[in-house]
């Protein structure tokens, strides 16, 4: 059964504010690697401490944290950062 990719407003309006280059990069990840795939475990990295639960998706020099629902097949993406910024303070 094929997940589906959900955005918060947050993440999606973050997604907008980018360069073109980074912005069609970041939705052609979600596009080919997540949506629709039957494992989207197999392309990130379970994460610890704060964020224990959620999932990194690396993106060059981006990180998608998301949260993985298993009984709804989604991967809610939470948010949208900068690889400096990524792991500062809570989701």
Not at 44 to 65: E, H, M, P, Q
Request: aromatic letters at 8%; hydrophobic letters at 40%; glycine letters at 6%.
């Amino acid at each position: 059964m094929p997940w589906t990719v959900d955005l918060l407003e947050d993440v999606a309006k973050t997604l907008e504010r980018l360069d073109a280059t980074a912005r069609n990069r970041i939705r052609r990840f979600i596009r080919e690697r997540l949506q629709g795939t039957d494992n989207p475990r197999q392309w990130g990295k379970i994460l610890t401490g704060n964020y224990a639960g959620l999932w990194r998706y690396r993106i060059g020099d981006y990180r998608l944290v998301c949260q993985l629902q298993d009984a709804r097949l989604v991967v809610l993406a939470v948010e949208l950062v900068h690889r400096s910024d990524a792991y500062k303070g809570n989701p």
